[in-house]
């Protein structure tokens, strides 16, 4: 008998996690922008990509490199599922200039791309009944990628109001035998905060004793529950506190970190990061959560062999003069950005940005005529302004916007122009 209806339909799960990914959404957003009807070239401070500006290109050091690699013809079969040998030890060597302790090849596993590495993460820690600690507001992905594992998730709230510290009170309150990890981004995106060293040991002391204060010393050294520290913007601090790397506490509880070429270099489109273990007790080797993320590599896709045999290269030559100028630009356009911010009284950011590309703004809803909530509000900006801000709710923050203030000075000086006028035009009373 022939059936009567297709044997394949939609994947309606899927559907829902695309929705709460960056491109889905801002591709949503663009499509309301006709530069025509504008006459508005469109701005995009909508994601973390400011490659397109001259003055945000990367280092010429990093186009040699690649030139030299496939050039070189040794790089045009498969790598190792881990990546190639000399690229995972130039970067253990990188991140090894940051800890007290000595990083090895062993330790760090190639990807393509931070998203991939959280993707392998949240695969080797799924299994029923466990749980996972995810900041709010967070970096969608996680959300994303956790609706395809059994893993429930918890969310702890990072506090505007001290500039966006963990609330390590909601912590203690969500975490039980059943949490297997929780989620630190330094520094912050999507709030562009920086986690001080003070802070940092507090959650450390938490984390530590909170959860085992009941089991002896040798089980005690083998904890619960896994620190994930994404360090995608890993150093582009531009405030009064230094990036200090979450690995630095490795020795008290085991750190796998998330780490990318594409913010620091500025090479978002190379798609190329890396998982590191900082876990000089080798508590994760016991465990055999090493060798699971392995076993989740050799099945995965893998970063470029020629992107794998320039990193070397990559991290020897690059000067300290680029990243500087980097992070002075950055800099500069956070301090234009937060001052001008305040010229417009319907919105507000509670905290000046120290690190990454981003910042927090919070929007005075019911001090508008005719907008709803953030993403009404991104929505009609886009249609009226040819503007691109991030909305809130996708973060885990509604009525808030994230903003990219990473963009040159007269881009930023005449979106921010944009965004007042806007804001003005559907106020009440106006």
């Not at 994404?230 to 998330?258: C, N, R, S, W």
């Not at 270099?265 to 392995?294: C, E, H, S, V, Y």
């Amino acid at each position: 008998m022939e059936r009567q209806e297709w044997g394949f339909k939609e994947n309606q799960e899927l559907h829902a996690a695309a929705a709460f990914t960056i491109r889905n959404i801002l591709e949503a957003i663009m499509g309301n922008i006709d530069e025509t009807a504008t006459g508005k070239q469109m701005i995009h401070l909508g994601h973390g990509d400011p490659s397109i500006y001259p003055c945000f290109q990367t280092s010429p050091i990093l186009e040699t490199a690649l030139l030299e690699s496939i050039r070189s013809t040794n790089f045009n079969g498969y790598p190792p599922g881990v990546g190639i040998n000399f690229a995972r030890s130039a970067i253990a060597e990188y991140l090894t200039k940051d800890l007290p302790y000595q990083l090895t090849t062993d330790d760090v596993f190639l990807t393509a791309g931070a998203n991939h590495a959280i993707e392998i993460l949240l695969t080797v820690l799924s299994r029923p009944g466990a749980n996972i600690l995810f900041p709010r507001p967070n970096y969608p992905i996680y959300e994303a990628r956790a609706r395809f594992s059994p893993l429930e998730v918890r969310h702890f709230d990072l506090l505007p109001e001290k500039g966006w510290e963990v609330d390590l009170d909601g912590v203690k309150a969500l975490a039980d035998d059943n949490t297997v990890a929780i989620v630190l981004i330094n520094p912050g995106n999507p709030c562009g905060n920086v986690f001080s060293i003070e802070h940092m040991r507090k959650v450390w002391i938490f984390l530590v004793t909170s959860f085992l204060p009941y089991v002896i010393a040798e089980i005690a050294r083998e904890l619960r529950i896994l620190v994930i520290a994404d360090e995608v913007y890993g150093h582009q601090a531009f405030g009064q506190k230094p990036f200090i790397p979450m690995g630095v506490f490795g020795d008290i509880a085991p750190v796998v970190t998330l780490g990318s070429l594409s913010k620091r270099w500025i090479i978002p489109g190379w798609r190329f990061g890396w998982i590191a273990i900082t876990d000089p007790n080798r508590i994760l080797q016991k465990t055999g959560l090493a060798d699971t993320m392995k076993s989740a590599l050799v099945i995965a896709a893998d970063p470029p062999t020629v992107i794998q045999g320039a990193v070397p290269y990559i991290m020897k030559n690059t000067p300290d003069s680029f990243f500087l100028n980097i992070n002075k630009l950055l800099k500069e356009a956070s301090h234009m950005f937060y001052e001008r911010l305040k010229e417009i009284p319907y919105v507000a950011c509670p905290h000046k940005p120290e690190g990454s590309m981003f910042a927090m703004v919070m929007l005075k809803i019911p001090a508008f005529a005719d907008v709803v909530d953030d993403t009404d509000f991104c929505m009609k900006l886009a249609k009226e302004e040819s503007m691109i801000l991030f909305p809130g709710y996708a973060v885990g923050m509604k009525n808030w916007v994230r903003v990219s203030f990473a963009a040159e000075p007269k881009v930023l000086q005449d979106a921010i122009g944009r965004l007042k006028a806007f804001c003005f035009r559907h106020a009440k009373n106006q």
